[in-house]
C-alpha cells in the first residue's frame, strides 16, 4: 500500500511540477482535477506504458530506445483524454536574448507540448524515484 501511495506522490507531483513549467500544460485551477489527474496518471503508467513497451519493443530496440519516449508522449495524450480538466494547448515561445546569446521565438504545437512535457515529468520523475530510494 505504500509503495501504491508513494508512487501516486511521485506521479501527481512530476505532473504539478510539469504544468507550472510548461505553459502549454495546464489543468483547470481545481485541486481536484489534479488529484484525479494524479491517479490517472498513475494508473496509466501503471498499466498501459509497461504494455506498449513490451509491444512496440522491436521498434524500440531499432530506435535504440528513443520510441520509449514517444510511448510516453502517448501517455500523456490518454490523460489529456481520460481527465476532462486536463489539457494541452500550443504554446509560443517568445524567445530570450541574454549575453549574446539569442534562442528565437517559436510556436510549439500540441504535440512538442506533450514531448516537451514528456522529457520534464520523466525527469521529475525519475529524480523523485531516485530519492525515495
Known amino acids: 500500500?505504500?509503495?501504491?501511495?508513494?508512487?501516486?506522490?511521485i506521479n501527481l507531483t512530476s505532473l504539478y511540477a510539469a504544468t507550472r513549467v510548461i505553459n502549454g500544460l495546464a489543468y483547470d485551477g481545481?485541486?481536484?482535477?489534479?488529484?484525479?489527474?494524479?491517479?490517472?496518471f498513475a494508473v496509466i503508467n501503471f498499466l498501459m506504458v509497461p504494455l506498449l513497451k513490451i509491444l512496440?519493443?522491436?521498434?524500440?530496440?531499432?530506435?535504440?530506445?528513443?520510441?520509449?519516449?514517444l510511448i510516453n508522449v502517448?501517455?500523456?495524450?490518454a490523460l489529456t483524454t481520460a481527465?476532462?480538466?486536463f489539457y494541452i494547448l500550443p504554446y509560443q515561445f517568445p524567445?530570450?536574448?541574454?549575453?549574446?546569446?539569442?534562442?528565437?521565438?517559436?510556436?510549439l504545437s500540441t504535440f512538442w507540448?506533450?514531448?516537451?512535457?514528456?522529457?520534464?515529468?520523466?525527469?521529475i520523475t525519475n529524480f523523485l524515484q531516485w530519492l525515495t530510494h
Not at 481545481?30 to 488529484?35: G, V, Y
Not at 512496440?56 to 519516449?69: E, K
Not at 507540448?113 to 525527469?123: D, E, M, R, T, Y
Open 1 to 9: 500500500m505504500r509503495k501504491l501511495l508513494r508512487y501516486y506522490l
Open 30 to 40: 481545481n485541486i481536484k482535477t489534479l488529484l484525479i489527474s494524479g491517479a490517472v
Open 56 to 69: 512496440f519493443l522491436p521498434l524500440n530496440l531499432l530506435t535504440l530506445g528513443l520510441f520509449a519516449w
Open 74 to 77: 502517448l501517455a500523456i495524450y
Open 83 to 85: 481527465v476532462s480538466g
Open 95 to 107: 524567445g530570450i536574448t541574454a549575453a549574446g546569446v539569442i534562442i528565437p521565438a517559436y510556436d
Open 113 to 123: 507540448v506533450a514531448v516537451l512535457a514528456s522529457l520534464v515529468i520523466g525527469v
